[in-house]
């Protein structure tokens, strides 16, 4: 029974090593997507203020 039990012990150690695996390499993917994101959305910020001051200027 002792051998069942630590054998039993060992695949669930092994099993949420597994998980965790998969959990890490999952976010460090969505992490990268995290980062392009956050350029995409202050580049285009950027873009908006520069096309509105423009617009200001035109007006003036």
Same mark, same amino acid.
């Given at each position: @029974?002792?051998?069942?039990?630590?054998? =039993?012990? =060992?695949?669930? #150690?092994?099993? #949420? $090593?597994?998980? #965790? $695996?998969?959990? %890490? %390499? =999952?976010?460090? @993917? +969505?992490?990268? +997507?995290?980062?392009?994101?956050?350029?995409? #959305?202050?580049?285009?910020?950027?873009?908006?203020? %520069?096309?509105?001051?423009?617009?200001?200027?035109?007006?003036?």
């Amino acid at each position: @029974m002792n051998e069942t039990s630590g054998q =039993a012990s =060992a695949e669930l #150690i092994l099993l #949420i $090593a597994g998980i #965790i $695996a998969v959990v %890490i %390499i =999952a976010l460090s @993917m +969505y992490k990268d +997507y995290l980062v392009e994101f956050s350029e995409e #959305i202050n580049n285009t910020e950027v873009d908006n203020l %520069i096309n509105k001051i423009d617009d200001i200027k035109n007006i003036i």
